[in-house]
């Protein structure tokens, strides 16, 4: 399945793909395509970009410069990074290739995520992806980092006091403990829209009079 599902039909641009980012940041849920961080986690949009995912400079894809299909939404570390790498047809035929995010997602099938944050690839496909976007450097290693610490946090504390109020409590404090598992259920509400956010609050960044056209994805990838 899909990690980025395209809902938008932006016009045909002729002059500048640029034009393009009101469009590919809802796509991509304003996060990148290949690290997963998010603006919201990056303090702004102005460190993300278009990515050429099929690279411009080789001739083989320059037809596909213009082409929405081609353009996905990624932080400014990834852009740099993954600049006009292509693999080889040797690679390719070796298995050795990049995870197409809309495609696949690269997270489930092909790079393990473990406790610590770090990245293990499971298959050529994803050795390839890791390697060549450096998903392991400092800045992804932490967004992960906090990501799992976060979702830990909120799960013990949903524990305790889950085990409280299943206790032996009065009545004013059992009260007390279904208050507070609230206000846990709320900070994973807004958690989950930090990391991941829902389509709806990113509508609004695509020009008004193309608005009627976009299909909200059901579903958002877990936390």
Known sequence: MA?????????????????YKPFLR?????????????????????GFGADHFRPKSNPA??????NYE?????????????NDEWPTAELVAAGFFFVDPCV????KS?????????????????????????????????????????????????????GLLTS?????????????LRVVAQLRRCWAQFVDPPPQQLLHHIPKKYRRDVKIPSGAASV
């Not at 992806?129 to 830990?152: H, M, N, P, Q, V």
């Open 110 to 162: 092909h790079i393990k995520v473990n406790g610590a944050g770090e990245l293990e690839a499971q298959t050529p496909q994803g050795d390839y992806t890791k390697r060549t976007l450096r998903l392991d450097r400092k800045d992804c290693l932490d967004f992960r980092k906090e990501r799992i610490s976060a979702r830990r946090a909120l799960d013990d504390a949903e524990k305790v006091l889950d």
């Open 3 to 19: 990690r980025f599902v395209r809902a938008t039909r932006p016009p045909a641009y002729k002059n500048s793909w640029k034009r």
């Open 104 to 107: 696949e997602d690269p997270f």
């Open 61 to 66: 894809f320059h037809s596909l410069r213009l």
């Open 26 to 46: 809802f796509d991509f849920r304003a996060q990148c395509a290949y690290c997963e961080k998010t603006e919201l986690y990056a303090r702004g949009h102005t």
């Open 70 to 82: 081609n353009l996905y939404y990624c932080c400014a570390g990834c852009n740099s990074i993954k």
């Open 168 to 180: 032996s409590a009065p009545k004013e404090r059992k009260d007390e403990l279904k208050r507070m």
